[in-house]
């Protein structure tokens, strides 16, 4: 008898917890979370940026981690991928204005991919921000797109825009004049666009790269 109820209170507890979704760890605070269709099976991934042992101080720097979770049979979101080195962490923004400044400027889903933007300022004037664009394929999770954009309010402005799927990356590149910053002039701009075999590049094995291309040609991504 007490074996039957044994066996009984075991199967109602495996029961319970199959129809449970995904929690998040306890030193993970959510503060940021958008909704979209990462795989093309019709259904929204949640996906979750988290900062780690987060206080009530917003002024300390957090580590981040970000969380992909896709919806079961029963409708319960459940671990779909966790990576901990694409996300800047929160107070590594450069020279921050505000004490609300943040590096992550835009999280988002756009036709089955995730759009992840950076952004930096060196000082009260020249700003670096990074773009990254990823898909699901192939069971794993691919950068096939990129824009490494860095400018000062009127010296220069540059960006780099690599698309991965066909090799390809525009560098477009703008100068102008600070003599009058409150007229500020461009004074040249100019277009390039070059192909490159760029290595298949994973969002665990993502990081901020510099590639020599030919002298004075660099690409950022």
């Not at 044994?6 to 760890?25: I, M």
């Not at 990254?132 to 797109?145: A, H, K, S, V």
């Not at 290595?199 to 990081?207: F, N």
Request: net charge positive.
């Amino acid at each position: 008898m007490k074996y039957c109820f044994s066996l009984l209170l075991f199967s109602l507890s495996l029961s319970l917890y199959s129809g449970q979704g995904f929690q998040l760890p306890k030193n993970c605070t959510a503060v940021k979370t958008v909704y979209g269709d990462l795989d093309k099976d019709g259904r929204d991934e949640k996906v979750i940026v988290c900062n780690l042992n987060q206080t009530k101080d917003l002024k300390k720097n957090y580590k981040r981690v970000l969380y992909i979770l896709k919806q079961d049979s029963n409708n319960q979101y459940q671990l779909f991928k966790k990576n901990t080195n694409i996300l800047w962490d929160s107070k590594e923004c450069g020279f921050c204005f505000e004490e609300s400044s943040d590096p992550l400027i835009g999280i988002s889903v756009k036709n089955n991919t995730l759009i992840i933007e950076h952004e930096t300022h060196n000082n009260s004037r020249r700003t670096e921000s990074y773009k990254q664009i990823f898909r699901y394929q192939n069971n794993d999770w691919y950068l096939i797109g990129s824009k490494y954009r860095y400018w000062d309010t009127c010296d220069f402005d540059y960006a780099y825009d690599i698309n991965f799927s066909t090799q390809k990356i525009n560098i477009a590149k703008d100068t102008g004049s600070c003599d009058d910053i409150e007229d500020s002039k461009k004074e040249s701009s100019s277009f390039e666009t070059y192909t490159y075999k760029f290595p298949k590049v994973t969002m665990d094995t993502y990081k901020a790269t510099e590639i020599k291309f030919k002298p004075k040609v660099y690409f950022y991504y």
